[in-house]
């Protein structure tokens, strides 16, 4: 079975930086594509970034040009980085494994940005 936990989270001021981490309880293949969603309150859970074959990566609109998301398949981890962050970023981010054979969600981390 596969966990997935997130980490890096916090509350920043627009402008600021925030790197998320997403570490795999098992070996994550470069061909699993892995994936960041977001789900701020009163909202629908969106796709934020996608990445597979550690190279191939999807951004939503709102956050292209600001968010990077990379991945590191030797330590099985998904990092996403996050650039002049705006209050509309706020939202809890969750790491995906979205593989078909076993598709995994991490519990979660917060993150805040104030005006």
């Known amino acids: 079975q596969v966990k997935l936990v997130e980490s890096g989270g916090g509350s920043v001021q627009a402008g600021g930086t925030l790197t998320l981490s997403c570490a795999a309880s098992?070996?994550?293949?470069?061909?699993?594509?892995m994936a960041w969603y977001r789900q701020a309150p009163g909202k629908q859970r969106e796709l934020v970034a996608k990445?597979?074959?550690?190279?191939?990566?999807t951004y939503a609109d709102s956050v292209k040009g600001r968010f990077t998301i990379s991945m590191d398949s030797a330590n099985s981890a998904v990092y996403l980085q996050m650039n002049s962050l705006k209050p509309e970023d706020t939202a809890v981010y969750y790491c995906?494994?979205?593989?078909?054979?076993?598709?995994?969600w991490g519990q979660g981390t917060q993150v805040t940005v104030s005006s």
């Open positions: 990445i597979v074959n550690s190279g191939s990566t």
């Open positions: 098992v070996r994550i293949f470069s061909f699993e594509p």
């Open positions: 995906n494994l979205a593989s078909r054979l076993r598709p995994t």
